[in-house]
């Protein structure tokens, strides 16, 4: 049976490319949906895991750390790190900010940092060493073409941009500057009317004695300093990656259902033509005595040696495009190789792809075995 | 010619079914991509598009609203209520935060509104009133038909708690849903006194907006003024570009995979037609005209995909917010166009491998056995 379906495969090697690519492009299409998907989530926990803190200190009531505001005040900094196993609570502030140059405009998540909660992943250029200077995510720099030692205006205020990390979450380019930046922004420009609408203080990276137990301090913390909350960074990188599934979980299940709903019509398209070839080999078949359930079963090996070939065809595919996608938008991260989710897509894919291969079954069952002996 | 193609394509009606269902679905997935980014522009700029000032002050160097940062002084509302032309000055604050209701959590622009600013509120209520009590709130209908939350039910915001009095029509969108709560509450949330975020100024009938808002920003200081439509577009061509790149890289790897099932399927009715394009061609037939018989089998079929990716968009497609309510599809005639000249092209390039074959088809073949 593998062998007459192997065989089958290899009749038309033209035939049998062409079904491959068109079966991959299925493939590679749904990959990058899930992959899309899976790189926000991706994105929105390393942004937090990235700041490298043992706890996360944020207003009371603020559970996430993304497109919201958390305003600590500033006297509480000195409370928390009056609390027994706290080493350093580093300070860090998120201003939301609009770029725009040319009437374009982007959304850009600045964090201000001193001593911790700065730029991770720098790919050009150097950190921040004076309050000038600012550190802007890839996509940003290939958005308006910035290189360091560019000008980046916020507002009116002029900093240097020294380097370029690869920083984004939520589609949306992060940048750095250090606390001198901040002050000189809100003051020297036209930002602020009064610095006191301004959050000043959002987070605090807690630096724990690494003898310190984690949940200890937390509620220490909590109890000592009423004005705020603590929060591990994985549970923070959690919350928000949950905010990020309420947005992206509907609108990317449907378009996946839909990329699935097309591999399960092109394997059916494929294996019905095939079906419609080969129809008189089948009757010569069934004449020989084949069964249905035989014939059936040649069809499923075929259509899943067609999938064994074309899974990695599709995954290269993906490969490829994605590195496209990052190169040409750096703000969106395609996360194919999940282990559990590129499992889960393939087998979810191969499902339907067989659910595909099973509709034209039906003419095989139709199919006269006289049939073999007609016209030859 | 053309009624051989129609003939062998119509003999097939299952690839032929099976080929334009395909082709459909990956118009309809550029179609619903494009369509989901675009209804999420469009809502981002829901609250703008609705309250309609003449004229929106902000403070310098703020040009929007979605993501951005705004602080004016109170003084300030009140300078420019006195300038000519200035029939009504509403102030609002404004901050971008997550709401929790239970277990229930979402991302959502906050208006704080002050007691007798009802024409910057909700623009249509179905359900319950408008705050008029602190730690009152109005959240959208579609919210509350996901979550189960409803009228007198409570949700927080940072540390307070508000109870829902009223639901709002037109307020959702997954990205930024619209919540009005008091404004003296969102102030103590805000930490901020003396301030407002945005100015929704009215002009006077026969003053021109455009001048209002120059006047605005040379007379007040320290602040920026902008029109209804610089404002609201600002906002949409900003929350359209964050989507652009991913929709124009989908577009093509969809195209390209509709390229191939037409090819896919050209290819399949030439090979089983192979002994009847020999004979064709053994009559003497050129190979133009059993090319352009190729690419006109070819766009048949793109067309039948074209033509059902067209329907759904058109018929299914509006239907789809009534099973999953919190998504905001936008289908626009420019996409449905641009999808057309898509398909144009896939025809061509399907026809391209079987077009390949029959030139190189032998006419010999016609007398094989």
Redesign the interface.
Known sequence: MFLLAWRQVLL?P??TV??A??LG??I??IL??VG?EQGQYYQLKQIVLNRKADLIVT??????FI???S?IPQLARAEVEAVKGVINAHPVTA????Y?RNN????VYVLVYDTWGGPSSIIQGREITSGKEIVIDASLAKKYGINPGDSFYV??FEFKVVGITQEAAF??PFAFINYDGMLDLFIE??????L???PLLSYMLVELDPAADRQSVARQIELHVPSVDVITPGQLAQ?DV??GK??FK??MG??VS??Y??GM??V???M??DI??RIKSFAVLKALGFSFGRLFLVVLIQSSLLLVITIPIGTLLALG?SV??ET??P??FIRLFDPVIFLQTLMTFFVFAVIGAL??VR?IQRTDPMLAFQDI | MFKWTWKSLSSQRGTLAGSALGIAFTFILVIFFDAVWRGESVQIVSYPDHVKPDVWVMQSGVGNMHMAMSFVWDWKADQIAKMPGVKRVTPILYMTSVVSAGKHRMFAFIVGLLPDAKRAGPWKLTAGRHIGNPQEAVIPDVFSKITGIGIGDQLRIVDKSFTVVGLSSGTYSSANSVLFVPFADLEEILSSSGTYSYLLVDAKEGTDPNDLAKRIRDQVEKVNALTQKEFVSNDLSMAKQMGVGIIVIMTAICSALAALIVGFTSYSLVIRRRREIAIIKALGIGNDKILISVIVQSGILTFIGFIMAMLFALFVMPAVPLLLPQLTLAVSTPALFQIGLIALVVAVLGALIPAWFVSRLDPATAFHI
């Not at chain 1, 207003?59 to 996430?64: H, I, L």
């Not at chain 1, 201003?95 to 609009?98: C, K, L, R």
């Not at chain 1, 374009?104 to 959304?107: A, E, F, I, K």
């Not at chain 1, 420009?189 to 009064?194: K, N």
């Open positions: 038309d033209l035939r062409l079904t690519v068109a492009s299925v590679a299409v990058i949906l899309f207003q009371a009531g603020v559970s996430n497109a919201v505001r305003s201003i939301p900010v609009i725009n374009v405009r982007t959304p507002t009116d589609m949306m420009s036209e930002i602020a009317p009064d006191s609408t301004f919350n949950n905010m309420v947005f509907p609108i449907l378009l839909i990329g709903i097309i019509l092109v059916g398209l494929i019905y033509a419609r070839a495009v496209f996608i040409m938008s703000a969106y509709i034209p003419t």
